[in-house]
Structure formats: structure tokens, C-alpha cells
């Protein structure tokens, strides 16, 4: 797990606050991903970046807004959430090359949210 | 559109014995398989995936999966499971039109399956 690196592993946080989520990957990778896991519900893909540009918004509520600054990095930013959210968010990253070589996805270890 | 199921939420084995982790798909054209485990508390590890090839993967952990075209399956297996295997289990298929379509790597996932070795 030192390859992708989440921090916080732990955030309550209340419906009016405002918080962000970091996410670093230390694999050389050059695509990044935000995952929504909930007890019971499959994993939920939120947001896919291939080398800083965002390529994927899975109909994702706009109180979830993540952030890209390079290839290194991934933030989720959030603001008046919803206790429905509570879950945990996963990052993960990947070596994407041209000619559509496929490569398995790596992950961090995980945000445990909680909003109250 | 591409799916992915595990029919069981939860395997029971008792350990030194093998086991089965079920998964089959639905996709248009070859498939891009997968398989994660995940440890209470802890992101997603990778263990094995199937591309082209050899049907039978071997991967982490002395997991192997089976790719069965005709059955449309890629189920885990392990000739003998240890209590440290307990832990939850994912199957996933890449979203192949993406992949040549140039916009995005998706991952769909199974809904997972708990497997518990007891000692």
C-alpha cells in the first residue's frame, strides 16, 4: 500500500463543513481514479483523470469536486454533504499507455467518512 | 452494456482445503478480467487478470483463475486455503469500448464475495 497513499484514513465531518481528501501515487502512473465503496452496493467509480485531465464524471453530485494538479496527486473536495455519502473513498492509479496496452489498477488504502 | 457477477456473498471452506470464488461476465467482444481482494480496513489489492493466453492465471498469494469463454466465467481458485485468505473478493472487467474509444480505463466491479476459511 506505500504505493498509493490516501490521507485521511478517518473524517467525520458535519453537513455544513468543508474538507478535501488526498490521494499520491508514488508508481509513476499517469491516470487516477476516485471510488465510492458502501456497505452492500457494488464499487461506485466517481472520477477518472488520464494524464491530469479529467476523462470521466460518473454522474457525480457536484458537492463532490476533485482536483488534479499532476500526475502525482489527486483531490476530492467536498462541501455540504449529506449523511447518504458516508462510505469509503477509495483512490487508485494506473499506467496507461497508447495503442490501449492494459494495465491493472492500484490502490490506496482507503478515507473512512463519516458525515453527521 | 458490460457487467460483472459473483452469485455468492459468501464462502465458507475450512482451511487446507480448496477453493472456489465464483465470477462470470457479460461483454461485448474479449473480455479484460480481473481479480482483487480486499482485507478489513485497506484498499483493494490486485491479484491476478486475464488479458489473452493461457486460460489458467496464476497470481498472488498462490491464487489462480480459469477464464471458461464458453461459460463466460473467471473463477478464483486455490488448491489450499489458508485463514489468512479471509477476506473479501472482487471481480472486475475493464470497459473494452472505452479502452478503444480513448476516453477512459473503467473498471466494473462485482458486488464482492466474503470468503471465510475457519481453522
Known amino acids: 500500500e506505500t504505493g498509493v497513499t490516501q490521507t485521511p484514513r478517518h473524517l467525520v465531518m458535519g453537513m455544513t463543513n468543508k474538507k478535501s481528501l488526498k490521494c499520491e501515487q508514488h508508481?509513476?502512473?499517469?491516470?487516477m481514479y476516485w471510488y465510492k465503496q458502501s456497505a452492500k452496493k457494488p464499487l461506485e467509480l466517481m472520477f477518472v483523470?488520464?494524464?491530469?485531465?479529467?476523462?470521466e464524471n460518473n454522474s457525480v453530485p457536484s458537492r463532490f469536486s476533485p482536483e488534479c494538479p499532476n500526475s502525482s496527486h489527486l483531490f476530492l473536495h467536498l462541501h455540504t454533504l449529506q449523511p447518504e455519502d458516508s462510505a469509503l473513498y477509495l483512490c487508485?492509479?494506473?499506467?496507461?499507455?497508447?495503442?490501449?496496452?492494459?494495465?491493472?489498477?492500484?490502490f490506496g488504502p482507503g478515507t473512512r467518512l463519516t458525515v453527521t | 452494456a458490460q457487467s460483472v457477477a459473483q452469485p455468492e456473498d459468501q464462502v465458507n471452506v475450512a482451511e487446507g482445503n480448496p477453493l472456489t470464488v465464483k465470477c462470470t461476465y457479460s461483454?461485448?467482444?474479449?473480455?479484460?478480467l480481473f481479480w482483487y481482494v480486499q482485507y478489513p480496513n485497506r484498499g483493494l489489492q490486485f491479484l491476478l487478470k486475464?488479458?489473452?493466453?493461457?486460460?489458467l492465471v496464476k497470481g498472488s498469494y498462490g491464487f489462480e483463475a480459469e477464464f471458461n469463454k464458453s461459460q463466460t466465467s473467471f473463477h478464483l481458485k486455490k488448491p489450499s486455503a489458508l485463514v489468512s485468505d479471509s477476506a473479501l473478493y472482487f471481480c472486475?472487467?475493464?470497459?473494452?469500448?472505452?479502452?478503444?474509444?480513448?476516453?477512459?480505463?473503467?473498471?466494473?466491479f462485482g458486488t464482492g464475495t466474503l470468503l471465510a476459511v475457519q481453522p
Open positions: 487508485a492509479s494506473s499506467l496507461r499507455i497508447s495503442g490501449g496496452a492494459d494495465y491493472e489498477q492500484y
Open positions: 483523470y488520464n494524464f491530469k485531465e479529467q476523462t
Open positions: 472486475a472487467v475493464r470497459d473494452i469500448g472505452s479502452i478503444y474509444g480513448g476516453a477512459t480505463n473503467k473498471l466494473i
Open positions: 508508481l509513476g502512473h499517469n491516470a
Open positions: 486475464y488479458i489473452t493466453g493461457d486460460n
Open positions: 461483454v461485448s467482444g474479449n473480455p479484460y
